[in-house]
């Protein structure tokens, strides 16, 4: 479900609401002449209570029954991204049990995307086909192997599978284990390498536009981010009642830890920062 979506007979993006009226007055002729507003999700949407000022709620619904927002949309709602983590976790698992490696990538990057909509091979970047046929069959032989979701990848080290020592996590250049993968930032810090480090952390806020310094418990980590990106998600809204308070916060960050004056700095995997941080209330 989204409220918005970029309408093909306008060429812009317009509220469900908007486009309803619209509809009535017959400027706008096809309820499913809509996408995705999020370029790099795309997906063909169909505005409900068409012709009908009076329904009671308005949004965009996929138009293919078993279409879903990808996993990095900026339009999905939680109850999605929620049902959209769960598989991507399981799939994961399944992926481990055969034996396979799972692959770590970014989502899309929005620029590269749109400048290239015309070139076919930006399409195979996305793995849409065989990401939507997820859940679907457990048995689908062409599974992909391709994981996005930060949350995922702590699910995975969380569940403290028997094999969190195998090597089965192929990031980039290289094959690691999940114990590899996940950096306790108290205890060591790898440098330049691609990791998810993870700490305590507690938040303040840098500026009024919602700019958040994470500072990490152990004083040599910090990262910055706005708040305003990384509440889009809903199960990460808990973190505005601890900003500028004394509470702590388990922070997973995922990216490269460079060194510079006496402070560490994450450059990040993704185009959007907010993938790649994942917050979470301490046990
Ligand atoms: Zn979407």
Request: proline share 1%.
């Amino acid at each position: 479900m989204a409220e918005q979506a970029y309408s093909l007979e306008l060429n812009k993006t317009i509220d469900a609401k908007k486009a309803v009226e619209m509809s009535c007055k017959g400027l706008l002729r096809d309820c499913r002449a809509f996408k995705c507003s999020d370029s790099c999700c795309s997906i063909d949407l169909t505005c409900t209570n068409w012709g009908n000022r009076e329904g009671k709620r308005f949004f965009f619904t996929p138009t293919k029954n078993n279409d879903l927002h990808k996993i990095w949309c900026n339009n999905i709602s939680q109850d999605e991204l929620s049902e959209l983590i769960i598989a991507e976790t399981r799939r994961a698992k399944r992926i481990i049990k055969k034996n396979s490696k799972i692959i770590m990538l970014a989502a899309p990057s929005k620029s590269k995307s749109e400048s290239n909509e015309t070139n076919n091979n930006s399409l195979q970047r996305k793995p849409s086909s065989s990401f939507n046929r997820q859940g679907n069959s457990g048995s689908d032989k062409r599974e992909s192997r391709h994981i996005y979701s930060l949350q995922t990848f702590v699910n995975l080290f969380k569940e403290k599978m028997t094999n969190s020592s195998e090597k089965n996590i192929s990031i980039e250049n290289e094959v690691v284990s999940l114990d590899e993968l996940f950096v306790n930032i108290d205890d060591h810090i790898i440098l330049s390498k691609l990791r998810i480090h993870y700490g305590l952390a507690k938040l303040k806020y840098i500026n009024s536009d919602g700019l958040l310094e994470i500072r990490f418990i152990n004083n040599k980590l910090k990262i910055y981010s706005n708040i305003n990106q990384i509440v889009r998600r809903k199960n990460q809204m808990f973190i505005e009642s601890i900003v500028g308070t004394d509470k702590l916060v388990v922070v997973y960050a995922r990216g490269y830890l460079i060194k510079k004056d006496n402070y560490y700095r994450l450059n990040r995997f993704s185009d959007k920062f907010y993938q790649d941080l994942y917050f979470e209330i301490p046990r």
